[in-house]
C-alpha cells in the first residue's frame, strides 16, 4: 500500500500479468511504477465463513478450478473458469486481477454479478465493500482508486439444488467470449423461487437480465417461458459492434446462449 500512495496513483499492481504485461508490451499503459503482489501469501486462499467462499485477490484461476470448496459451493463459478483462456494463463491469472481488470467479456465479473458477490478493497483510508453492481463503471474501468487494492473477493455459496450453467461462444477455444451468459436456477416443484441470468461481452459491464429474471420467477422454467424469458434478454442487452461481432449479431448469440445456460440449469434443478 505504501509503495501504491508513493507514486501517487500512477503506479499498477501486478497481478498474474495476463492482461497488464500486454497493455505494457503494447504500451497502452505506462505507469511510473509496477507493484508486485506475487510475494504476498496472505492474498491467496480459499475459505469458507458464515454461508459465503471468501478468496484472497492473488488466487489462481488455475487453483479455482481444481478447488474442493468451489466444486462444492461454487459450482457456477468452477464451470465458468473452464471458459477462461489457456492453462498457461489461468496458471498465473488470478481472481483479483480478473475483476478489477475488468474486462467486458470476461467470466469472472459475469459470476460475481450473478451470484451477488462483494469485493473487499483496502487503501490509504481503510477498507470499503463494493457490491458486484457498484464495481464496474466501463469498459476496462472499475470504481477501485488508484491506490486502492481489491484484496478479497466473496461470493455467498450456492444453495445445493441450485441449478446453474455458464454458456458461451468465442471463434477459438481461449479466446475473450464475443457473448457469455450466468445463470442460477432455484426451483420449488414447478415453481421457479429465483432466477438469476447475466451477461458478459453484451455491454460496458455485466448486464444483469432482471426482467427476464422476472418472467422466470412469475411463470415458471417451462420451454415457453424459457423461449420468451431468452428473447427478453436479447431486448434486454445494448451491446456494441466491434471488430469481433456487429451489436445484432451479439444480442442473437445473448438470446440463444441465455436459452441453453436456462435449460442447463433447469435439467441440474431438477436432478
Ligand atoms: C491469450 C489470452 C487469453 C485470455 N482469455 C481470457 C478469457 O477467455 N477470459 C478471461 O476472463 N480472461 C482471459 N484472459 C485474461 C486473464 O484471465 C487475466 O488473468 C486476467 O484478465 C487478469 O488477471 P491477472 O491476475 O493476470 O492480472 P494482471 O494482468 O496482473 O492485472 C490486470 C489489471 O488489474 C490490476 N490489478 C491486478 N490485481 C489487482 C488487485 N488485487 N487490486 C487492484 N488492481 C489489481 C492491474 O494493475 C492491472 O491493471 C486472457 C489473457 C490472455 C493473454
Partial sequence: MALLARYGGD???????????????????????????????????????????????????????????????????????????????????????????????????AVLTALEGEVLARGPRGERVLAAGELFETYLTTRLEPDELLVEVRLPAMRAGVGYAFEEFARRHGDFAIVGVAATLELAGDRCVRARLVTAGAGAVPVRLRAAEEALERDGVGDDVVRVAARRAAELVDPDSDLHASADYRRHLTEVLAARALCRARERAAR
Fill in 11 to 109: 503506479a499498477k499492481a501486478l497481478a498474474g500479468g495476463q492482461s497488464l504485461m500486454p497493455l505494457l508490451n503494447f504500451r497502452l499503459t505506462r505507469p511510473a511504477g509496477i507493484v508486485d503482489l506475487n510475494r504476498i501469501g496472505a492474498l491467496a486462499y480459499i475459505r469458507e465463513v458464515d454461508g459465503h467462499v471468501a478468496l484472497g485477490a492473488m488466487t489462481r484461476q488455475r487453483t479455482i478450478e481444481f478447488s474442493p470448496v468451489v466444486a462444492r459451493r461454487l459450482p457456477l463459478l468452477r464451470e465458468a473458469t473452464r471458459w477462461v483462456g489457456h492453462l498457461p494463463i489461468r496458471s498465473r491469472g488470478t481472481i483479483g486481477g480478473s475483476l478489477a481488470h475488468a474486462d467486458p467479456s470476461a467470466e469472472y465479473p
